[in-house]
């Protein structure tokens, strides 16, 4: 078990131009999240996947960011046309859905600075 | 609405010295309730967490929690801070009132331990 990793750890961009980012969950684990930290608050729910089906999309999600979870493994979030407002930790998380598991473990997480 | 409430944005407390970290939620059933440490540029780390059963929970880094149904409270602790403790800490809550199992988060206590 070698925990959720994400790629890349950091990515500075300029405004405009479009990111993508990767998260691999723990190979077992079923339930994929994604979250967004801004400075000096705690992460917000953004979307998440069931194997390869996306559930659930949060309004902070807007029409700019997609997400996707093809083989319902890795999943990439990609953002079009970045804002400076796009700058924060996003942070993945996985966890198994089964009655009595609901722990969400996560990935060391990707900064993003959108200069 | 629903929130999780964490009053206290930063505390400072001496090596060897007990802490306490308070958090307070608003749902309408009880959670499921988990405490998180993040270290500075990193992702988050579960501490314990509760779901049932004994309100008084062990978790890893020799730190508990208890929780207070009558006052909606999860109240972190640990009777000796180490200054390897120092980091913001994370309470968040399932609302177990949907299917998707997303964390609501409080807005985090930073945590700096003094020699």
């Known amino acids: 078990d070698t925990g959720v990793s994400q790629d890349p750890r950091h990515k500075i961009t300029k405004r405009g131009q479009n990111v993508t980012f990767r998260c691999d969950p723990i190979?077992?684990?079923?339930?994929l999240y994604w979250y967004r930290q801004t400075l000096g608050q705690g992460p917000e729910f953004l979307t998440y996947f069931q194997n390869e089906a996306q559930l659930e999309k949060s309004r902070l999600l807007s029409d700019r960011f997609s997400a996707e979870r093809p083989k319902g493994s890795f999943s990439t979030l990609e953002i079009q046309r970045t804002e400076q407002g796009d700058s924060a930790m996003y942070l993945c998380?996985?966890?198994?859905?089964?009655?009595?598991?609901?722990?969400?473990?996560f990935g060391p997480g990707t900064r993003l600075t959108v200069t | 609405a629903q929130s999780v409430t964490q009053p206290d944005i930063h505390i400072t407390v001496s090596e060897g010295a007990s802490l306490e970290l308070r958090c307070n939620y608003s749902?309408?059933?009880?959670?499921?309730l988990f405490w998180y440490v993040q270290s500075p540029g990193q992702g988050l780390q579960l501490l314990l967490k509760?779901?049932?059963?004994?309100?008084l929970v062990q978790g890893i880094k020799g730190f508990e929690a208890e929780f207070k149904r009558s006052q909606s409270s999860f109240n972190l602790r640990k009777p000796s801070v180490h200054w390897s403790d120092a980091a913001e800490y994370f309470c968040?809550?399932?609302?177990?009132?949907?299917?998707?199992?997303?964390?609501?988060f409080g807005s985090g206590t930073r945590l700096q331990v003094q020699p």
């Open positions: 998380a996985s966890s198994l859905a089964r009655t009595g598991l609901y722990e969400q473990y």
């Open positions: 968040a809550v399932d609302p177990m009132d949907t299917g998707r199992r997303a964390l609501t």
């Open positions: 509760y779901f049932s059963g004994d309100t």
């Open positions: 749902y309408g059933a009880t959670p499921y």
């Open positions: 190979s077992e684990h079923n339930r």
